[in-house]
């Protein structure tokens, strides 16, 4: 098992951060979560996905990416990657934070009686 199957195992046994994906496709990572691990415009991140998950991962500065956080904390989630997972502008989007990992899934909407996904 891979050290990112690993992490999203973890993932899958705790409660993340809410928050929205934006228009552009973008997702504010919680404060809390970068504190100590990216500065702002400057952190270099590899962003891929693996089943349901999209995975941020901080790089070295060496490796060849252009994806930074902006100023505000946020990372674009490229549309091709987007459109595969069908996240759509507004989604609720659940954020977890290991190590050099962001870990985002989309949050399936439940009905609250019989707990089947709703279309």
């Known amino acids: 098992m891979s ?9 899958k046994k705790s409660n993340g951060i809410i928050r929205k994906l934006d228009e552009l496709g973008r997702i504010v990572i919680p404060k809390d979560y970068r504190k100590g691990k990216v500065v702002d415009r400057e952190t270099k991140v590899a962003i891929y996905n693996i ?3 999209v995975i941020v991962e901080i790089i070295e ?3 060849n990416s252009n994806k930074r956080f902006d100023e505000l904390g946020r990372v674009v989630v490229n549309i ?3 459109n595969k997972l069908e ?6 989007i659940e954020v977890w934070s290991f190590g050099k990992y962001f870990i985002l899934k989309k949050v399936e909407e439940e009905c609250i ?3 089947k996904k709703k279309a």
Do not use: H, L
């Not at 050290?3 to 973890?10: A, G, L, R």
């Not at 996240?87 to 609720?92: A, G, L, R, V």
């Open 3 to 11: 050290e990112v199957e690993k992490v999203i195992n973890k993932a």
């Open 51 to 53: 089943k349901d998950y």
């Open 61 to 63: 500065q060496t490796e």
């Open 80 to 82: 091709e990657i987007r």
């Open 87 to 92: 996240w759509k502008e507004k989604d609720s």
């Open 113 to 115: 009686f019989c707990g």
